[in-house]
């Protein structure tokens, strides 16, 4: 399984070598620059900077200089916080937003399997239909409108909670709700379905039979079953909750990295966003790899030798 | 569907015994869901009133009425009976004349006008007109020295029973073209991602090995592009419509299913009646979609009714972006960006659009649901 | 970091009841700033912490009106083009430095070599040879600035510039400290790296989260600076400064959301400050296009338009409409000339406006469809959407085409096709020629109309030339009159500036630049 995952992680380079060029190439494709603003420059200014920032290069070049930079651990620097260089810029976004994401997860996948579990053991009962109902009501009201009513209510009306800000313990329920409730949702239906079909398969069936007790079935054999197609969604998930949400940070002006996609983006910021795909990319490959190792570990009958 | 005639045990043994198929089954257990059959009559409910209730509804969704901007809901007609006095003064207030008293009855208003030095221009009957609360204004009396009239006019009756938004349009009406906008939006992007999604993961779990490795590498490389460029790129070069956007959507929201499929495959793989089929020759491309496909279509249905709400609030983030539908059009993720951005002065303009997207996706879930009940080949 | 916050959060809660040491004041900042770099800077948000953090020759006080900064008197010789700044003897920089002449000569030059990258040299550009440098046809000593001694400054301009002393209020003429920047290169501006001369220093720098300034007792004016540290907030998204606010988090907030104005006066009231801005929101008219060449039709479509329904029910009276395109209360100009369909009733100016269409040739009957881009954003769409309306009595059909700010600006600036733009515009200093150089016809970055009268361009060029600013003011106002006749652009609004301000926080005064140098505010409780 080791050199499974060496050679995975080995083989992930080219992947990583072709995002890299795609999204270099996409990104100059796109119309405007990093320059172009409301207040747009006096044309002097604006060759100044394209010559400061070797955008009046050929192309290619800048590719060959960019893959030489990043080669040496330089990701360049930002278009936009002008002070800063990405790596210094994702350096300090990036635990912010790991932090907050790991946090979710584990309180979306926790608190999805129990009900989830709860729910199809009790199929059609009105536990059951709370359950479906609640977590069918956290898909379908949107990040922006469940992440300000809740700052709304347990900051600004029962000034229980901080409405904003990083750095204490306080500021992360309130961002760590918003962003778990809708993967509690997701989860809880996918275990609840999965629960269900593990309960009827024959090798539960057969625990049953043996007289084994209610509790250690579900526990042990039919989670085990049921996670699955919580597991295999989770991949892609957590690459997404981990490298940052821009609503949530931005509805509690949190400090992470998920803003830089989409305003670097807009912005032009061509190193920041090639940036954040690197480490999207690398996310995505590792959690890819985690997915199917889980897999095998769970289901017996994957194997990869 | 009904060439299913493998007998593999996992499937269809105990349907084809009692002579009926799989899916005939399925729609009977789909029936006898009491849930999912009123899902069903309220996705109906909904998809007929996104195609016929913008041209029943009593206002355009792209009529302004400037006089009316985020009005709260109400059953009764606007203006209200309060409004209708400011109303006339606001509407005359440049035409030079004083008002000396206003009644209000019937439908009517008359108004009493005097001025002080000049006479009366008979054109300010055009004032009110202009407004949209009245219509019909006539002179009725006009006094000898042209320094006093009687003027009468119709009062509009306009039903905002949804309120209005920021220009003054008809929420009503704008949810019901959004209802429009946003199934088509969901449907077509969730098949698109759907035929791609599936047929590509139960091929790469199926194939496994070398090709699983290429294919899932391609997955992998399109999940790490920078979307949003995606999309702009998409948008600026082949302009700026709705077919487009289910392109980009479903282009983008096939990965999720891949995955998902491939994952399933590759347990399914290793089933006694895959491996049966197997050794007995069958080809591969018959076991997928004999096999394969089917026994993965309750995963499948569950994630896509959990899919068609991601592509709705994935249209609405790009809407918000300013890269999604294009006024007067509208969607429901775009009223509802809208209604949260005023949650707090014009809580309904949130309220109603978020209220209809959540029967709308709850009955999506329970169809889902019972669709997976009714299909779930174990169940017997 | 942990700590740091949770005392400050804290204090912001508990504010008041403490002793000065906790005057923290939390301050709400539009954005991130993208450089604290003086000579890189272009942004609102920065030009707010510069101000806090550098002290330059003079500076707006909390009036926004110019008073002595670094330099304590000035003298301008006769012909208005040579400046001699007589430095204070107090200044220092914060590691106890004397400010010098030498120091603003090295500042002036550094913001003008073409490496700097600097995106506002040009504000600077009425120095002599300060533009020419800024190309790289000169070498930076042969700028128009020289250090007479220690304490005596001489700048020379190229032509008299009556507006020169607001420009050196504006962040790109902030000194630097030529040490630092030897020795840190581009990282003087870091924490610990940074010398600055200004009412505080820079304590901490977290990017998207909050940049801490501490009081600098070597400030000549210390005595005076009552707030002992200074926390800037950048809030991306307007509401949550306003919901930070309204929970005690913050003690003001820098813009608001048009669309919760009401409710927020309604609630809040003195709190909820709304005040005339240096800007003008406007549309452009591609006088290259077949229809808008037409004068008729750019009269017609600009006097339909009905100014007060945008001003009043999409901006909720946070904008001002506008009858001309010079905001009025500017600098140095008597104000803007007259226009007559402004004083008509809407009622007279759509029949006015159909026959001049109808005249043209277009009218229900003959619709015309033109083309609207505007750059994303709810405000944009709800006035595209309002003038639409507006406009479709005049047979005109209206089709939008949204761009991200980044394409649509540079869809503007490469002369792309639209017949009908939207953009605005925050005035950088005071004075109309900022407002009205941007249609000169060999304007290229501004010029977004493709407006070309060689009369206009004469009277720009006059008014350059005009020392008397009486004079100057007149010639300006016929040209901003030729403006309003040809139409360029059809001014929609001028902005107003939003602000939150809490109680507590004493000494801000609204005015016109929106600016509000933390040294001239304190915290009630002290």
């Known amino acids: ?305 | 569907m009904t060439d299913i005639a493998n007998p593999a045990p996992e499937i269809a043994a105990g349907e084809w015994a009692a002579g009926r198929s799989l899916w005939a089954v399925a729609l009977m257990r789909l029936r006898r869901n009491r849930a999912a059959m009123a899902s069903l009559v309220v996705l109906i409910f909904m998809a007929l009133a996104g195609i016929f209730g913008p041209s029943v509804a009593p206002h355009d969704y792209s009529e302004v009425y400037p006089e009316f901007v985020k009005v709260p809901p109400s059953f009764a007609p606007y203006p209200q009976e309060d409004q209708i006095v400011p109303a006339a003064e606001a509407a005359l207030a440049r035409a030079r004349v004083d008002i000396a008293g206003i009644e209000v009855g019937d439908g009517q208003v008359e108004i009493d006008v005097t001025s002080e030095r000049r006479e009366i221009d008979p054109r300010i009957a055009r004032y009110l007109d202009r407004s949209d609360v009245f219509s019909g204004t006539e002179m009725v009396t006009v006094a000898d020295d042209g320094l006093s009239a009687t003027m009468r006019a119709d009062v509009a009756q306009l039903y905002f029973i949804a309120g209005t938004d920021a220009n003054g349009r008809d929420l009503l009406s704008r949810i019901l073209i959004s209802l429009r906008i946003s199934l088509m939006i969901g449907a077509l992007a969730t098949g698109v991602a759907l035929m791609i999604g599936v047929l590509y993961g139960a091929t790469a779990g199926f194939a496994g090995g070398r090709l699983d490795n290429v294919m899932m590498r391609v997955v992998d490389i399109l999940y790490s592009l920078p979307f949003v460029f995606f999309v702009i790129l998409l948008v600026v070069f082949f302009g700026r419509n709705v077919v487009l956007m289910f392109i980009a959507v479903g282009a983008v929201e096939w990965l999720d299913m891949a995955r998902i499929v491939r994952g399933q495959t590759l347990s399914l793989r290793r089933r006694e009646f895959v491996q049966a089929a197997e050794s007995l020759g069958v080809r591969s491309r018959d076991i997928v979609r004999r096999h394969i496909i089917p026994n993965t279509l309750g995963t499948v249905i569950i994630y896509m009714t959990l899919m068609i709400p991601k592509v709705i609030l994935l249209e609405s983030f790009l809407s918000f972006l300013g890269l999604g539908v294009q006024e007067p059009l509208t969607s429901l993720g775009v009223l509802i960006a809208e209604g949260a951005k005023n949650m707090r002065n014009a809580p309904f303009m949130l309220f109603w659009p978020a209220a209809t997207m959540t029967i709308l996706l709850f009955a999506l879930n329970f169809l889902g649901d019972g669709l997976r009940d009714a299909l779930d080949p174990k169940d017997r | 970091m942990t700590r740091d916050l949770l005392t400050a959060t804290a204090l912001a809660l508990v504010l008041g009841a403490t002793s000065t040491a906790a005057q923290t004041y939390m301050r709400g900042n539009d954005a991130n700033p993208e450089t604290l770099d003086q000579h890189k800077t272009s942004t609102v948000a920065e030009a707010n912490i510069l101000r806090d953090l550098y002290e330059g020759l003079v500076v707006y006080d909390r009036n926004a009106e110019v008073i002595p900064g670094v330099a304590e008197s000035w003298e301008v010789s006769e012909d208005g083009t040579t400046y001699t700044f007589t430095l204070r003897e107090t200044a220092r920089w914060s590691n106890g430095d004397p400010v010098t002449a030498d120091d603003f000569v090295f500042s002036f030059r550094r913001i003008m070599m073409p490496e700097t990258g600097a995106k506002y040299a040009n504000i600077l550009y009425p120095i002599a040879n300060a533009e020419a440098i800024n190309k790289g046809e000169m070498d930076p000593e042969e700028m128009g600035v020289r250090a007479i001694d220690e304490k005596t400054l001489e700048i020379t301009l190229s032509q008299p510039t009556p507006y020169f002393l607001e420009l050196l209020t504006h962040q790109t003429g902030l000194p630097v400290h030529p040490a630092s920047v030897e020795e840190h290169g581009a990282e003087f501006v870091r924490p610990g790296n940074m010398v600055s001369n200004g009412a505080f220093t820079l304590e901490e720098n977290i990017l998207n989260d909050r940049i801490v300034l501490a009081k600098n007792e070597n400030f000549h004016d210390a005595e005076n600076v009552s707030l002992a540290r200074v926390n800037y907030l950048p809030f991306e998204d307007l509401s949550t400064c306003v919901r930070a606010w309204e929970a005690g988090e913050v003690h003001s907030c820098s813009d608001l959301p048009a669309e919760d104005i009401e409710r927020l006066q309604a609630e809040h009231g003195e709190a909820v400050r709304v005040a005339p801005y240096l800007g003008t929101y406007y549309y452009a008219l591609n006088h290259n296009d077949e229809v808008l060449g037409d004068p008729r039709v750019r009269q017609a479509l600009s006097m339909v338009i009905d100014r007060e329904f945008l001003a009043s029910e999409i901006f909720e009276g946070t904008m001002v409409p506008a009858q001309s395109f010079v905001p009025p209360g500017i600098g140095n100009y008597g104000g803007s000339p007259d226009v007559d369909y402004f004083d008509a009733s809407m009622l007279d100016r759509e029949d006015q406006a159909i026959a001049l269409m109808e005249e043209a040739g277009y009218g229900p009957d003959n619709p015309v469809t033109l083309e609207l881009a505007y750059n994303t954003s709810e405000n944009n769409k709800n006035v595209a959407t309002a003038i639409a309306d507006m406009w479709s009595i005049l047979g005109v059909d209206l089709e939008y085409t949204v761009r991200d700010a980044s394409a649509h600006y540079s869809h503007l600036r490469d002369k792309g096709d639209f017949d009908v733009a939207r953009a605005g515009w925050i005035g950088d200093y005071s004075d109309p020629q900022n407002f009205l150089f941007m249609v000169e016809s060999d304007n290229d970055g501004f010029n977004y109309a493709n407006y070309d009268n060689a009369e206009y361009d004469a009277l720009m060029d006059e008014a350059a030339a005009a020392a008397d600013l009486e004079a100057r003011a007149e010639i300006l106002q016929q040209a901003e009159a030729m403006f309003m006749e040809d139409l360029p652009f059809i001014p929609l609004l001028y902005y107003s500036s939003r602000s939150l301000v809490s109680s507590d926080l004493q000494g801000w005064e609204d005015n016109i630049q929106n600016v509000h140098p933390s040294r001239f505010l304190s915290l009630a409780g002290s």
């Open chain 1, 1 to 305: 399984m080791l050199s499974y995952a060496l050679r995975r992680l080995f083989g992930a380079i080219p992947t990583i070598f072709i995002i890299i060029t795609a999204a270099f190439f996409m990104m100059r494709i796109a119309p405007g620059g990093p320059f172009d603003q409301e207040r747009t420059l006096e044309a002097t200014v604006m060759e100044n900077l394209n010559a400061t920032f070797g955008l009046d290069l050929p192309l290619w070049q800048q590719y060959g200089m960019y893959l030489g930079n990043l080669f040496r651990g330089d990701m360049g620097p930002s278009f936009i916080y002008r002070d800063m260089r990405v790596q210094e810029i994702l350096g300090e976004g990036l635990p912010v937003s790991v932090q907050l994401g790991l946090t979710a997860l584990i309180l979306a996948l926790v608190v999805g399997a129990a009900l989830g579990t709860l729910a199809a053991l009790r199929q059609n009962s009105s536990t059951d239909y709370t359950v479906i109902a609640v977590a069918t009501f956290g898909i379908t009201v949107p990040n922006f409108v469940v992440a300000p009513v809740l700052s709304l209510v347990f900051a600004v009306m029962l000034n229980w909670l901080p409405a904003q800000g990083w750095g204490e313990a306080r500021q992360m329920v309130l961002p760590v709700i918003a962003l778990a409730l809708p993967q509690v949702a997701i989860i809880a239906r996918l275990v609840r379905g999965a629960m269900i079909e593990a309960l009827r398969s024959d090798h539960v069936r057969t625990a049953r039979a043996y007289g084994l007790p209610a509790r250690m079935v579900v526990l042990k054999h039919a989670l085990r079953a049921a996670i699955l197609p919580a597991v295999s969604y989770l991949g892609p998930a957590a690459a997404a909750l981990l490298t940052g949400s821009i609503v949530v940070e931005q509805v509690f002006n949190l400090p992470g990295i998920g803003r830089y996609f989409v305003q670097g983006a807009l912005n032009r910021d061509y190193t920041l966003v090639m940036g954040t795909v690197v480490i999207v990319a690398v996310f995505v490959v590792v959690f890819n790899l985690i997915v199917d190792l889980l897999y095998a570990l769970l289901d017996p009958r994957v194997r990869y030798d």
